[in-house]
């Protein structure tokens, strides 16, 4: 298990403005602190992400995961 934030700032990519999932232990592009959200443990970046999507359901169709530690769950969401 691994602790996971979500970035509260919206982060831009080639679909459009999003919100990402980190691994807080593993990632070299955190947001900073005061912008992170606690996911608390996660089994991987899908629980993590399905996690934020439940606890942020006004945010769930932006929410994605990081580029660089999330990787698994990272889409462009413009599909």
Same mark, same amino acid.
């Given at each position: 298990?691994? =602790?996971?934030?979500?970035? =509260?700032?919206?982060? /831009?990519?080639?679909? /459009? ?22 996911? /608390?443990?996660?089994?991987? !970046?899908?629980? &993590? %992400?399905?996690? &934020? =999507?439940? =606890?942020?359901? %006004?945010? &769930? %169709? @932006?929410? @994605?995961? !990081? ?5 698994? !769950? ?6």
């Amino acid at each position: 298990m691994a =602790k996971y934030i979500l970035n =509260k700032k919206m982060q /831009g990519s080639k679909s /459009g403005k999003n919100f990402e999932v980190h691994n807080e232990v593993t990632c070299q592009h955190l947001p900073d602190s005061d912008n992170r959200l606690d996911l /608390g443990n996660q089994v991987d !970046c899908h629980s &993590a %992400k399905s996690f &934020a =999507k439940s =606890k942020y359901p %006004k945010n &769930a %169709k @932006d929410i @994605d995961g !990081c580029y660089y530690c999330s990787y698994p !769950c990272h889409v462009e969401l413009a599909n």
